[in-house]
């Protein structure tokens, strides 16, 4: 590995410290390094915060170290005032005269100016280097940018010859197919990402919080499905602790069962939809007007196989366990074109959908 790769890969490593915290931000990586010695680091601060580049610079001690300096950074430095000043312009002001990318930013208000204002003003740049993986680390922002949809991740725990759920109730509760260890990594999972979404079933059944406790982190906004308004108030996502979306059908009356009902909790927004056709796409378009960045879809098989069925899927991160039901309900099909990668041996397979 050459050395430009290995500086980008302790941007990708360090921009890690931000993931869940920057959104809509991408959570970017900056480092700087002066004569083959790392002088400053930085990453993306909380929304609203500093950007990775300016962090990297306020790190460098010295400041005249930066005149023979590299700055080496996941994505295109920005060329607009938003939150922030341009970090371009920033570069330029402090005489950085080499930046090294790991991709271009896709959004409109950059793509591109913030090489060719570097470039004009005289600094060497370098663009490509990981592309792939830089891409891959600021996943969740590409697919809004480029998809204007959340990233979407399905998650469900199988039985080690590929069964979700067991058929009738007697069966062994699937609870067992995953353990104590992947119990923590759901809840660090939940703590990266923006959304979490479940059917009504799993609420029934299951009861499930849906926030971080085995991790630090905040807690994912809940997304139910409720089409009839037929979960009771007492269910742990309607406990007002955490901004809940209540996805409903279009039903004549329900204001006012809404009114009466839940009146009692601030925190449910109820947004109607046409359960008849296209539900993932219209999730995607509710999620997207409450700039939902990325979900995860944790349930239960009905709900993962409408995103299946309309193909609205970036990743699947499927918990294998070693036990199997006497009957059960066939975990939802994936192609077999689906690119698969094991993550974690075999515990966990992660499967992705590009
Ligand atoms: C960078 N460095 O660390 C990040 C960038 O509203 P603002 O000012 O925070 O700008 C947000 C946009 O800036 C965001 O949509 C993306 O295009 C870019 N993010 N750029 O130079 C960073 N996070
Ligand atoms: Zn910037």
């Known amino acids: 590995m050459i050395r430009h ?19 809509p931000n991408p959570s970017v990586g900056a480092v700087i390094v002066c004569k083959g010695v790392i002088v400053g680091e930085g990453f993306t601060a909380a929304y609203g915060g500093n950007h990775a580049e300016v962090n990297a610079v306020n790190s460098v001690e010295h400041k005249k170290l930066l005149v023979e300096s590299t700055l080496y950074v996941t994505l295109e430095p920005c060329s607009h005032f938003g939150k922030t ?35 004009s003003a ?31 991740i399905l998650k469900w ?11 009738s109730k007697d069966a062994v509760a699937p609870k067992f197919i995953s353990n104590r260890y992947s119990q923590q990594l759901v809840h660090k999972l939940r703590s ?10 799993t609420v029934l059944e299951d009861n499930p919080k849906l926030n971080v406790r085995s991790w630090s982190g905040n807690n994912p906004i809940r997304v139910v ?20 979306i209540v996805i409903t059908g279009k039903i004549h009356g329900h204001e006012e ?4 009902k839940y009146a009692f909790n601030k925190n449910l927004i109820f947004e109607p939809i046409d359960f008849s056709k296209n539900v993932a796409e219209q999730i995607c378009v509710v999620l997207l007007k409450h700039q939902v960045q990325s979900l995860i879809v944790e349930g239960g098989t009905q709900t993962l196989a409408t995103f299946i069925s309309e193909n609205l899927w ?30 974690l041996e075999d515990l966990i397979k992660k499967y992705t959908n590009d």
């Open 85 to 119: 000043p341009p970090c371009a312009d920033l570069i330029i002001k402090y005489n950085i005269k080499r930046v090294v990318i790991g991709c271009v930013d896709t959004n409109s208000l950059v793509a591109g100016q913030g090489i060719e204002r570097l470039k």
């Open 314 to 343: 970036d990743e699947a991160l499927v918990f294998v366990g070693d036990h199997s039901f006497d009957a059960g309900v066939k975990a939802p099909r994936l192609d077999k074109n689906y690119k698969k990668e094991h993550v």
């Open 192 to 201: 990266q990402e923006h959304a979490i979404l479940v059917g009504k079933n």
């Open 225 to 244: 499905l409720d089409s009839a308004l037929g979960i009771p108030e007492s269910a742990h996502v309607f406990d007002g602790s955490i901004t809940t």
């Open 157 to 167: 725990a199988e039985t080690k010859d590929g069964f979700v759920a067991p058929l």
């Open 257 to 260: 069962v809404k009114t009466k």
């Open 5 to 23: 790769e290995q500086y980008i890969q302790r941007c990708l490593q360090i921009a890690k410290n931000g993931i869940g915290t920057t959104r």
């Open 122 to 152: 005289g600094v060497v740049v370098t663009v490509g280097v990981l592309e792939a993986e830089c891409r891959k680390h600021h996943k969740r922002f590409f697919v809004v940018q480029e998809k204007k949809r959340p990233y979407i």
